[in-house]
């Protein structure tokens, strides 16, 4: 198995340096609406936002979109690959996994025990788009490191534009190097939320059914907590 980790190159790699900025994108599919701290790579189409609570914790939820041809995709809460919390992830017919992996030299990572992951509702595939929505519980701190409480801060990412895992049932499977990388400037004062317990709430309860044609995410402002419902997940997804 390490000849093969080997051979089929480093997961995460260098991550390259050129930063950009994420932004605020609200997910307009569902009842509740959601606003995440976004940033999405033009040339690929995948998105990665995050939300935290407004009391800082351990935690945050992760909302992970691709096109439905994207293997898989991950992200470095500290920027580079080296001694950081490295987060892969990928969808399996309808079941999405994030698996948390660690290394301290450039080298393949290991998985990596601690980070609790859930996967919540709307995550899927349709026939054109994939998302992975999940909440991560002792993800904010690792070793010497952590995500800041407030203030800007950089994070990194990666995808494989075509190749799945090797074992995409199993959350400890081996990788293929990464086919792009990049990092992004994310404002986690401005991804503090008090509507977090709302969108927790909303997320590990099934989600209602999406109809085949959703409009673009918009950006509404959050006056007022609607009550969560229960409903069946499917996977039908918003186009992003």
């Known amino acids: 198995m390490t000849f093969l980790l080997w051979t089929i190159g480093l997961l995460?790699?260098?991550?390259?340096?050129?930063?950009?900025?994420?932004?605020?994108?609200?997910?307009?599919?569902?009842?509740?609406?959601?606003?995440?701290?976004?940033?999405?790579?033009?040339?690929?189409?995948?998105?990665?936002?995050?939300?935290?609570?407004?009391?800082?914790?351990?935690?945050?939820?992760?909302?992970?979109?691709?096109?439905?041809?994207?293997?898989?995709?991950?992200?470095?809460?500290?920027?580079?690959?080296?001694?950081?919390?490295?987060?892969?992830?990928?969808?399996?017919?309808?079941?999405?996994?994030?698996?948390?992996?660690?290394?301290?030299?450039?080298?393949?990572?290991?998985?990596?025990?601690?980070?609790?992951?859930?996967?919540?509702?709307?995550?899927?595939?349709?026939?054109?788009?994939?998302?992975?929505?999940?909440?991560?519980?002792?993800?904010?701190s690792w070793g010497a490191s952590s995500i800041p409480q407030s203030g800007s801060t950089t994070f990194g990412y990666v995808l494989h534009g075509t190749s799945k895992p090797v074992d995409p049932a199993d959350a400890d499977t081996v990788i293929q190097k990464h086919t792009a990388s990049g990092k992004f400037t994310i404002d986690i004062s401005a991804a503090r939320s008090d509507q977090y317990p709302l969108y927790l709430q909303y997320l590990l309860n099934p989600a209602t059914p999406l109809p085949p044609s959703i409009p673009p995410p918009t950006i509404p402002p959050i006056s007022s907590s609607p009550s969560p419902t229960s409903i069946p997940l499917t996977t039908v997804l918003q186009r992003v």
């Open 12 to 140: 995460f790699a260098v991550i390259t340096t050129n930063a950009q900025s994420a932004g605020t994108w609200c997910d307009a599919s569902t009842p509740v609406a959601m606003c995440f701290q976004r940033y999405s790579d033009a040339a690929s189409g995948v998105g990665w936002g995050y939300a935290f609570p407004t009391t800082p914790g351990d935690d945050f939820i992760g909302f992970w979109t691709a096109p439905v041809a994207v293997g898989w995709v991950g992200a470095s809460l500290g920027g580079s690959m080296k001694s950081n919390l490295l987060l892969a992830a990928w969808t399996n017919d309808a079941n999405a996994t994030v698996s948390p992996r660690f290394t301290t030299v450039y080298a393949p990572p290991a998985v990596y025990s601690g980070p609790i992951i859930t996967i919540l509702s709307s995550s899927g595939v349709n026939d054109t788009h994939q998302r992975i929505v999940f909440h991560c519980a002792n993800c904010t």
